[in-house]
């Protein structure tokens, strides 16, 4: 066997998927045969050879035919239990049908529970194992929806004791409004209290990692601290309570240090570069603190980036940050960001993040739909619309890197590279199983292809009906 092919024990599979390529989604971009698994675990990465001692009288061999076998998909920043309050209501996409809801959505913590299930189900339909529920905590307790509050960790504590989580689940705090202003003091206190609530659960399947912190809206409001002025003159702001800018800069660089400081993940909501400027300022100047760890030890990261200039990409890149953005809102809102900043403007850096090796893909569900299928497409469009070249094997190579972006970057991100993200012998046994090759498609016939299987910790959670 190979080296991803490596047995991780001499037991019998329980699962053997057999006859199709299996993308590992490393770095070389290496592929197998087949796959065995037991025990939640890879067991053996390889041909059909290599993992035929593995099959007993009691092993599901299932033939593919072709299909192809990928990582379980992982939306790094989905709000899973707003998402399953609204579906199939997005804001925008195909499911954006004029008739939205509003108000209360989850009004208790038995429909928070119902929530987070049914979003789980949902997700599994799409071949996602892993999120990221960005932004739960009790500045929302009084929220809108009802969907942000703190009792929702509660919520999910409880379903990952009871084994009954659908997807591995990372959280981010949130001390604050969701898309209000953020205050110094109730973020450094609520740094201390997500301190004292890591823990006890199986970080396999649920971790509170860190904060989010809101930097700033979004240049579509005219929001985003921008130093290219919008339409009407004006150049956005800091969403950060403080008297004057140098004071709304300073409670943001501290945030973000103190974070650091504590050993807690930090996602900022920064789209206007010159928020983003501040938070990478404020990653260096933590990092350069005695005794600090490094940030990519923490998987620090900024969220949307909208207006990230490719200077900023490549900080990000020398930091050890990550890049974690929508491509299905770039593509959807364009012409949007083209009117109130300028035709020529230059958003989104899909490009230069993809090859600086730090950009994440995401849905921002229920914003628009968690189809990780359009995502890869609409990263590609706005690649090629920059300019990019679409001869075979440049685009076969970003297709790699795209379909890296949405599995083995994003375990980077939740630091859990060692144990998911890729199909390799001993890591999780999450996969996804599509109906075609998606280099036979390319990344715009992608959201074409059908998911055919769900696999989670070994088990298959979804199949679709032939």
């Not at 300028?342 to 490009?351: E, I, L, M, Q, R």
């Not at 990263?379 to 599995?407: C, N, Q, S, V």
Request: net charge negative; with cysteine; hydrophobic share 45%.
């Amino acid at each position: 066997m190979t080296g991803i092919g490596a047995s991780a024990s001499a037991e019998h599979a329980e699962l053997v998927l057999q006859g199709g390529p299996v993308l590992v989604m490393d770095a070389a971009g290496s592929r197998a045969d087949a796959v065995a698994v037991a025990g939640g675990r890879i067991l053996a990465v390889g041909t059909r050879d290599d993992v035929a001692p593995l099959i007993g009288a009691a092993t599901r061999v299932i033939e593919l035919d072709g299909r192809a076998v990928l990582p379980g998909i992982n939306d790094s920043h989905l709000h899973a239990t707003w998402l399953g309050a609204r579906w199939p209501h997005t804001f925008f996409g195909g499911h954006a049908d004029g008739a939205q809801i509003e108000g209360v959505l989850t009004g208790d913590r038995a429909a928070r529970r119902a929530a987070i299930l049914r979003a789980g189900e949902l997700l599994s339909r799409f071949g996602v194992t892993s999120l990221t529920e960005p932004g739960i905590g009790p500045g929302e307790d009084d929220g809108e929806t009802g969907c942000f509050a703190g009792e929702v960790l509660d919520v999910y504590r409880e379903l990952a004791e009871a084994g009954e989580l659908r997807q591995r689940v990372t959280l981010l705090g949130l001390y604050g409004i969701l898309d209000g202003p953020s205050r110094l003091d109730v973020v450094t206190a609520g740094i201390a209290e997500l301190v004292d609530a890591q823990g006890g659960s199986d970080p396999e399947w649920l971790r509170i990692a860190g904060i989010k912190i809101f930097g700033d809206l979004i240049p579509l409001s005219k929001q985003a601290w921008s130093s290219r002025p919008y339409d009407d003159g004006t150049h956005g702001g800091l969403l950060v309570e403080g008297e004057t800018l140098e004071v709304q800069t300073e409670a943001l660089r501290e945030m973000v240090r103190a974070g650091h400081r504590a050993g807690l993940q930090v996602g900022v909501h920064a789209t206007g570069d010159r928020t983003i400027e501040v938070v990478l300022d404020a990653v260096a100047s933590a990092a350069d603190e005695p005794g600090a760890p490094h940030p990519r030890d923490l998987g620090h990261y900024v969220i949307h980036g909208d207006l990230a200039t490719p200077e900023q990409v490549a900080r990000i890149a020398e930091l050890g940050m990550w890049f974690n953005s929508q491509p299905g809102i770039a593509v959807t809102t364009a012409d949007w960001m083209a009117g109130v900043l300028g035709a020529d403007v230059a958003p989104w850096p899909y490009a230069v993040a993809l090859d600086a090796g730090v950009l994440v893909l995401s849905s921002d569900a229920p914003i628009l739909a968690p189809d990780w299928r359009e995502t890869v497409a609409a990263a590609e469009a706005w690649i090629l619309r920059g300019g990019a070249p679409a001869d075979p094997a440049a685009a076969a190579a970003r297709l790699h890197g795209l379909l890296r972006a949405h599995t083995a970057v994003p375990a980077q991100q939740d630091r859990a590279a060692d144990w998911k993200g890729t199909v390799e012998a001993g890591k999780v046994a999450d996969l996804v199983v599509l109906a075609q090759d998606p280099f036979a498609v390319g990344a715009a016939g992608l959201p074409g292809v059908e998911i055919d299987l769900t696999v989670l910790d070994g088990n298959v959670v979804f199949e679709r009906e032939s």
